[in-house]
């Protein structure tokens, strides 16, 4: 009797938890600005202000040519008013050489690239600050859109961006866009990572001026040219490992206006396509991420195993004491509390899928998706404090000072 009831209070303890997760989820993805793609004329986009698109690549073989492709297929921006700065950032793949082959068969005159230059000796250049400041100082178009390699755009998306942000009177414009899932990792991580980072950064909030919540999804920044050297842009940001969120807090600081979205209409991204990539990509950025706040990711990591992988182990242990038939009251009571545990973990899913266009698929593997998302946080933790194992791409990291 005394495991039953330690057992019925252990595991009411996820469902008090998700109740408040995903109510609060929902009301953040149901109040959060949406970017619709309003299907501009081609009359009407010429009176839109130039753009100058930047991705910067590094070793993204696999990734540049499709990306290339949908933003040149996705915009009637004619060069005077659309630029595509791809910046190749010392890679040691066919980068390069597939963007000037790609560049041959096209002749689109809105495709520019740029060989990027060695990093500077005795300064600290992290991630892509020094692909995409090169990038900035050749591109001339009013507005300066960042993308990554991964991002592919849909038609008519750098229009609806440019509108939305002379809409907004915004200094910078950035989008959660679709979060597109390949291997078995993926689907683990992402939806979870995904509801974590909007409950954390709710959307309204960090458009709120009055608060210091700041943040911004590297895949998709758009700035106005005069916030971005305002700023002092990449290079002001130069040692972050974390560079969106910094730019973020940044332009807020300063008194910018920041403007955060859902943009699933706009832009799609596979941000990873391994497991190892997951790892290494995510292990980068959650410690960076919270600012090395210790306290807080380790409570992350146990609120995830708390409210995800808890109730499923709950249910394994209810099913070795016997079927239903067999359970005495309280097993009973136990076991109603863990199903409708779980069936929220489905609704978790559902809302997942309203903010990041994630199919509910493997919803199921909650669980296990929960234990590798604390796994990843305490990684991330070990990783950043003592450079273990600590890269991207195969490139060292380095701890930057904390502002």
């Known amino acids: 009797m005394f495991l039953s009831c330690l057992l019925l209070v252990a595991l009411s303890l996820p469902l008090i938890g998700i109740s408040i997760y995903l109510s609060r989820l929902r009301q953040t993805v149901t109040k959060a600005p949406r970017l619709l793609n309003v299907g501009i004329s081609a009359n009407a986009s010429l009176n839109l202000p130039s753009v100058s698109v930047i991705v910067p690549a590094f070793n993204e073989a696999n990734n540049i040519e499709a990306c290339l492709t949908s933003i040149l297929a996705s915009s009637q921006l004619p060069s005077d008013k659309l630029e595509v700065w791809v910046v190749d950032d010392q890679s040691i793949d066919k980068t390069l050489t597939i963007v000037r082959t790609l560049q041959d ?11 990027a230059s060695p990093r500077p000796q005795n300064e600290v250049w992290m991630g892509k600050n020094w692909a995409c400041t090169q990038a900035a100082e050749q591109a001339k178009g009013e507005f300066l859109l960042f993308l990554d390699a991964d991002v592919r755009l849909k038609p008519g998306a750098i229009e609806s961006a440019l509108q939305a942000a002379e ?10 866009p679709q979060i597109v899932c390949g291997c078995l990792a993926e689907w683990l991580v992402q939806p979870l990572m995904a509801s974590m980072l909007a409950s954390g950064f709710d959307f309204n909030q960090v458009n709120d001026a009055k608060t210091d919540v700041a943040f911004a999804a590297g895949p998709f920044m758009l700035f106005r040219r005069t916030a971005y050297e305002q700023l002092g842009g990449h290079r002001a940001v130069a040692s972050q490992v974390v560079e969106d969120v910094e730019l973020a807090r940044r332009v807020k600081a300063t008194g910018l206006k920041l403007w955060y979205a ?46 995800c992988t808890l109730p499923w182990v709950g249910l394994i242990l209810m099913l070795l004491k016997g079927t239903f038939l067999t359970w005495n009251v309280l097993d009973l009571v136990t076991g109603a509390i863990v199903l409708y545990t779980l069936w929220m973990h489905y609704q978790l899913r559902q809302v997942g899928k309203v903010l990041s266009a994630i199919p509910v698929r493997y919803w199921w593997l909650t669980g296990v998706g929960g234990a590798l998302v604390a796994a990843i946080a305490l990684a991330s933790i070990i990783k950043t404090e003592t450079g273990w194992g600590w890269t991207w791409r195969g490139r060292t990291l380095q701890r930057p000072e904390m502002p």
Do not use: H
């Open 105 to 115: 068969q096209l002749n689109d005159p809105r495709l520019k690239i740029l060989a």
């Open 167 to 176: 809409q907004e009177q915004t200094d910078l414009l950035t989008c959660w």
């Open 262 to 307: 859902l943009g699933s209409d706009l832009a799609a991204v596979r941000m990873y396509s391994s497991f190892g990539a997951l790892w290494e990509g995510w292990t980068k950025n959650w410690y960076l991420g919270s600012r090395c706040n210790l306290s807080l990711t380790l409570s992350s990591a146990v609120i995830v195993l708390l409210v």
